[in-house]
């Protein structure tokens, strides 16, 4: 199944992912380029809620530009296998080589609000990011390191503490749905 028809065949979770998913659909019938950075407004990002074998931790990293821990995840760049893309955004961000999809469905499917900031030097304006988050597994005895242009630290969270640890409210609500569709 393609990018589209993924998110097309979505089953949402609740009012906000069945408002979100039209939305999404609305920016991918307009926008030829949403898949790209080109598309300034809005563009599509792949997501990995990673956890541990027994289900009980996430990995997550303390991103730079957000100064709050955060799951992994990043630009889809034209790439349309967005579970590859989640899967090589843990490996970079972390370092975590031995990593596998649970499943290959969307497990949340949100709209990310992105404050203006500057990377390496050049600014970016506010926009959207259409964001697919997958659920992954890996190995939690693998080696940990950060990527010093994107994050300050990475480490395994349990997940009764993510909301101490993420300061952005907006991210807190999208982790507790997460781990009460893991949970549930």
Known sequence: MNWRESIRNYTPWNEQEAKDKAIMIKCMDTFKDVLTRDNEIAHITSSGFVVNKNRNKVLMVHHNIYNSWSWTGGH??????????????????????????????????????????????????????????????????????????ENSNVQWIPFEEVETYSNEPHMVKIYKKVIDKIQG
């Open 76 to 149: 889809a760049d034209g790439e349309e296998n967005l579970l590859q893309v989640a899967m090589k955004e843990v490996k970079e961000e972390t370092g975590v080589q031995h990593v596998q999809p649970v499943h290959e469905n969307i497990l949340s499917l949100d709209i990310l609000t992105v404050i203006s900031h500057y990377k390496n030097g050049k600014y970016v304006a506010p926009h959207l990011h259409l964001s697919l988050a997958y659920l992954l597994e890996a190995d939690e005895n693998d080696p940990l390191f950060v990527k010093p242009d």
